[in-house]
């Protein structure tokens, strides 16, 4: 009968928060968002995620406010920090480059750092603010690969 009383407690925890709306995205950079419960077992239903406009935005916002920077807002690889890097970060409307990479190896990047995967360290890592909003990382991909050529 173990199964039921982790049904009682999932359900009851699940009320609880059924009706709150999500906090207002403020835009702050050390905004920290507490781990919060993850699912603990059980089927069925979990993992209610953001609308996925709202991670877009927020992606966009980051990406506005901490990459374009180096990448450019455009993804050129032309922000005002861009001039003094060696390498410099590359252009992401290259249809070859968008080519040559993966979704995941967009993401590790973007996690770990140049450094982790043997390029440049500038690239910073990410990880301190995408590690549990996987739909922003998501969306941050979405967003690089936008600026690819239109098919
Ligand atoms: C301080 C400058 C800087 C900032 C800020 C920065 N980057 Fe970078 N990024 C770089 C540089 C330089 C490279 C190129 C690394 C190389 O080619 O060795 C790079 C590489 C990358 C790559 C891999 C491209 C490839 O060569 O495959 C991705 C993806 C990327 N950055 C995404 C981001 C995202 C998303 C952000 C913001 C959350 C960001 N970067 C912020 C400098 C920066």
Known sequence: MKWLFALVLATG??????DKPPPPTSGSPNAKTESGPT??????????????????????????????MCHGVSGK???QAAQSLNPRPRDYTDAAWQASVT?????????????AVGKS????????QLADKPEVLDALVRLIRSFGPKK
């Open 13 to 18: 925890s699940a009320c609880g928060k059924g």
């Open 39 to 68: 699912t603990g077992g059980g089927g069925g239903g979990g993992g209610a995620a953001a609308p996925a406009g709202d991670a877009d935005a927020q992606a966009r916002a980051l990406f506005r406010d901490t990459c374009a």
């Open 77 to 79: 690889g032309d922000g």
């Open 103 to 115: 979704d995941d190896q967009i993401k590790t990047i973007i996690l770990e750092g140049g450094q």
């Open 121 to 128: 360290p500038s690239m910073p890592a990410m990880k301190g």
